[in-house]
């Protein structure tokens, strides 16, 4: 496309993605990887929260959480999901949609040992998204995990990572007068050729 030239530019929307991440991490004040991931659960109703994206690969994007949450039981459930990446320093976004897979192999493992050595230990003592007490009690099973695991845990049976190969991927750049720069690559299928499309704002 002609005037898809400057940030826009490129064949491959995840390198533009990767440019667009790595630019953000010198302007936003703290976690330029937060995404906004929207998920549907067994009633169609959407649920919408904040988690960090820990890699961009060549074909998709990956994140962590606990299997046993209710983010985990609804992408297992529709087994699709959406997220939308937002740098206000930069004024951009991209948005993407498509299937979700488990990352719960050797990949996942090196994630988890990477983390510090607290966070590693959280994993285990919190039954997240569901009911706690208090603060009290979740720090006395911190306490717990910490004399059972050590100082190097393993990884959690009930934690791991999430693969979203995209369907679709949109580049927004804010625009004079609200008349913003929208470019949306889209496919049929994961092998499918990429077909781009400008946007009205």
């Keep these: 496309m002609s005037d898809r030239s400057g940030i826009f530019a490129g064949d491959d929307p995840f390198e533009i993605a990767r440019t667009w991440l790595a630019e953000a991490e010198k302007t936003e004040p703290n976690d330029a990887n937060a995404i906004a991931l929207s998920t549907v659960d067994s009633e169609g109703v959407p649920n919408a929260r904040m988690v960090l994206l820990k ?30 990446m937002h740098w206000k320093s930069l004024r951009r976004q991209v948005r993407v949609r498509g299937a979700i897979s488990r990352e719960d192999g050797t990949q996942a493992d090196a994630y988890y040992q990477s983390r510090s050595l607290k966070s590693r230990l959280g994993a285990w003592a919190s039954q997240q998204s569901r009911p706690l007490s208090s603060r009290a009690a979740l720090m006395a099973e911190v306490a ?58």
Excluded: C, M
Aim: proline residues 8%; hydrophobic residues 35%.
């Design 55 to 84: 890699e961009i690969e060549d074909t998709a994007f990956v994140f962590y959480t606990n299997y046993e949450s209710a983010k985990a039981e609804e992408l297992d459930g529709a087994g699709k999901a959406a997220f939308v």
């Design 144 to 201: 717990k995990v910490t004399a059972a695991k050590g100082t190097s845990p393993e990884r959690p049976p009930f934690w791991g990572g999430y693969r979203l190969v995209p369907q679709e991927i949109e580049f927004w750049a804010d625009g004079t007068f609200r008349l913003h720069d929208r470019f949306v690559w889209r496919r049929k299928t994961p092998s499918s050729p990429w077909q781009v499309t400008r946007l009205s704002p």
